[in-house]
């Protein structure tokens, strides 16, 4: 288990990370729980990245979600919420003065823990009961009576054996097809993954969509983002044509275009707000 403490302005954060044992371990990346931040900004814009969570706000108060453009109020989020795919940027609290246990999965790997096709939840934020039935809002209330944040984590990884232990067996062809996306995202193409795994193209395309949540196309050039903004992130002089050519990009036009999508910034306005939070870009 990771663990920061840090005190700012007479206040202390605490941030814990947790990765779960096996089998959880194939699915989930990590358990986080954190308290007491206080940034100076009160809106992140959140880029796609790949990733499903379920946060569980161990807070009363709601949190909610906001217009891109206008920055207005559009959704309440309490208690439990599932957090789709995203192939769109989402504009979300900064976390000031928020206490939240949240559990990671795998890109591509949340689908043993869901009873519906994740396409069906690709760009929402949803109640987490509607995904994982009432017994979640349950796990909550047993986080909120254990004092030390290792029960917390401990109790997490029983709940979830319990519950979703006799599904949590890999599909050997969507993982495939995420892994080889991830290691080779400026060099494949979907076709060459189709004709591995043995699929047809449209059967192919139709299972991912189903497990991932966003077409291989759609999850490629998620991919191909995430590898633009790590390499933004590594250099201290940006090329922008360097940063297109090394992403799979095939001319900086394109990667232009697709990052303006995903992040509703170009790579320049990116560049001067980002302050060193992989995928959270201050707004307000």
Known sequence: MLIFVWS???HYVIFHLHIPSSPLCHFIESFIYYKGFQPTHS????????????????????????????????????????????????????????EMFIINFHKGKAYPFVQMPLHELTDT?????????????????????????????????????????????????ID?????????????????????VGYSHKHFIQLFRENVGLTPKAFLKVIRFQKAIREIEALQKVSWSRVALESGYYDQAHFINDFKNFSGFTPTQYLAMKNGQLNYIPVA
Do not use: M
Not at 177 to 185: C, K, M, N
């Open 8 to 10: 700012t302005n007479d």
């Open 176 to 196: 495939f097809a995420v892994s080889r996306i991830l290691q080779l995202p400026d060099q494949l193409t979907i076709e060459e993954i189709s004709r591995k």
């Open 43 to 98: 809106l992140d814009r959140f880029l796609p990245d790949g990733k499903v969570n379920i946060v569980i706000d161990l807070a009363d108060a709601p949190q909610f979600i906001y217009d891109n453009d206008t920055l207005e109020e559009i959704q309440a989020c309490r208690y439990v919420w599932f957090s789709g795919i995203r192939n769109n940027c989402i504009t979300i609290p900064s976390g000031r003065d928020s």
């Open 125 to 173: 934020v949803v109640d987490g009961n509607l995904v994982l039935t009432n017994e979640i809002l349950h796990l909550r209330e047993q986080l909120l009576a254990l004092p030390a944040v290792p029960q917390k984590f401990a109790y997490v990884e029983k709940y979830l054996k319990r519950h979703f232990g006799s599904r949590l067996e890999p599909n050997r062809c």
